[in-house]
């Protein structure tokens, strides 16, 4: 038929498109499709309704399919990983590297956040807060005033489970109950028991010590290939995660009232992910940070259209295994840590988000309650869960504490949802570049040589 075949294959050139390609042609298509629907006429009809349920439907599915792998695979391979250091020293010292790596680069990308935010001052105008974003806080703080109920942010009910000060974040570290730690999704919880599992296992001798590693090893391996399985399907789930957020999020809002602070964050984002972090890749990691950068698509674009860590930790994995050569052994110790425990956007974002919140309330921050926001921004950052908006429940536990004259915490907070989505993408891309560069780095000091250099690690058997 003619009319027919072109068409069938331009599709089958599309899969024969590598990954990377195929998401990338997926989010251009989703935004152009989002941006459509966004339009009220296009968007309220009967079909516009069809298309955004089945994307939200199609996107549900896809999360939860990255998501179910989290669990075992975060247990197998922190158990394989510090088993695999053989001794307590080793697992010592590679757990003082990679939480000294995490603590400095989180806190440069705070002072980042904190510099720019400064410097531009998105919550002024002409020297004065800006009387539009006041507005804002102001109508938010009546609306939520005259209905009490919705008082409780969405994003505080999607990622806090009743997290309301620093010591909450931190108190299920310890969990009573592993199940129930892992169902809830306490992750500091999981890796605590985790890390308490492998170090147990490096003291265990004989037939069953045998028996248990081959078990986690297997395991860890199978939890990598469903990933790559999932990921077939990841232009399509990409496809259907963010038409919704482009459709609901609207240019307008985006270039409207609040874009000088958009601009603000995507300019500190930007400066942490290809100024520090390439820095940190080519005079610690002595790599070529393009070559990382190229290595960890895949990985970036799920981050962006999933908006959660935890749900790319898979694929980071992957990516940092498969494509950057860095060893099994450090990459389940560094990476599922790190995407818990090392948050550098979430941290720098938090940072901004307070201080300009100040900002427009007119109150000038003193230096000394600034560097306070530093350093709760750095402690939430490491509590707060890799989901999407987990940022939002930090920002209230420094609100709560930060004492800012006139601030409704409430309505910030449904000001600061606005352009949330996009900035969580953002941010989220920049978490989980960081714990890759953090796995380059570790793996590079415990002498590695296979990172970038061409022989790819000791990588997965490709079984999809
Ligand atoms: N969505 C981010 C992540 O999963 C967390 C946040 O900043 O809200 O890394």
């Not at 949330?420 to 560069?437: A, E, G, K, P, W």
């Amino acid at each position: 038929m003619p009319g027919f075949n072109p068409s069938f294959s331009t599709q089958m050139r599309f899969f024969k498109l590598k990954p990377h390609w195929q998401i990338l042609i997926a989010l251009l298509c989703a935004s152009v499709a989002g941006v459509a629907l966004g339009n009220e006429s296009i968007g309220q009809s009967g079909i516009g309704r069809f298309f955004m349920e089945s994307c939200r439907f199609l996107g549900t599915v896809f999360m939860n399919a990255l998501k179910m792998v989290i669990v075992p695979l975060i247990v197998s391979s922190i158990v394989t990983g510090i088993a695999g250091l053989g001794k307590m020293e080793g697992f010592g010292r590679m757990g003082l590297k990679t939480l000294s790596y995490y603590a400095l680069t989180s806190l440069i990308a705070i002072l980042i956040g904190l510099a720019v935010v400064n410097v531009v001052k998105p919550g002024l105008k002409d020297g004065q807060p800006n009387p539009d974003i006041k507005r804002m806080f102001d109508s938010k703080a009546v609306e939520l005033g005259e209905n009490p109920n919705e008082k409780v942010s969405s994003a505080e009910e999607k990622a806090s489970s009743g997290s309301k000060t620093v010591l909450d974040v931190f108190k299920n570290m310890v969990p009573a109950n592993v199940i129930k730690a892992a169902a809830e999704g306490q992750m500091l919880g999981l890796i605590f028991f985790s890390i308490v599992f492998g170090a147990a296992m490096i003291h265990m001798t004989g037939e069953s010590a045998d028996v248990m590693r081959h078990f986690f090893q297997a395991l860890n391996d199978l939890m990598i290939t469903i990933t790559r399985g999932v990921m077939l399907f990841a232009p399509l789930g990409v496809f259907a995660l963010i038409v919704p957020v482009m459709a609901e999020t609207g240019l307008s809002t985006l270039f409207g009232t609040l874009m000088k602070y958009f601009v603000v964050v995507l300019l500190a984002l930007g400066i942490h992910l290809f100024v520090v972090l390439p820095i940190m890749l080519k005079t610690l990691g002595r790599v070529s940070p393009w070559r990382h950068f190229k290595a960890m698509k895949e990985a970036m674009l799920t981050a962006f259209s999933t908006s959660s860590s935890s749900a790319t930790l898979p694929v980071t994995m992957r990516c940092v295994i498969d494509n950057s050569g860095v060893s099994r052994r450090t990459t389940s110790f560094v990476l599922p840590l790190g995407a818990t425990v090392n948050m550098d956007g979430t941290a720098l974002y938090e940072c901004v988000a307070v201080i300009f919140t100040a900002q427009v309330l007119g109150y000038e921050m003193p230096l000394t309650q600034q560097f306070a926001v530093v350093f709760m921004a750095l402690l939430t950052s490491i509590g707060v869960a890799g989901v999407p908006s987990a940022s939002l429940v930090a920002i209230l536990i420094i609100f709560k504490s930060a004492h800012i004259p006139g601030l409704d915490p409430a309505a910030a907070m449904a000001v600061l949802l606005a352009v949330d989505r996009l900035l969580d993408m953002s941010r989220t891309v920049v978490n989980i570049f960081s714990d890759s560069c953090g796995a380059v780095i570790i793996g590079r000091s415990e002498g590695e040589k296979g990172i970038l250099q061409g022989n790819r690690g000791d990588v997965f058997e490709q079984s999809f």
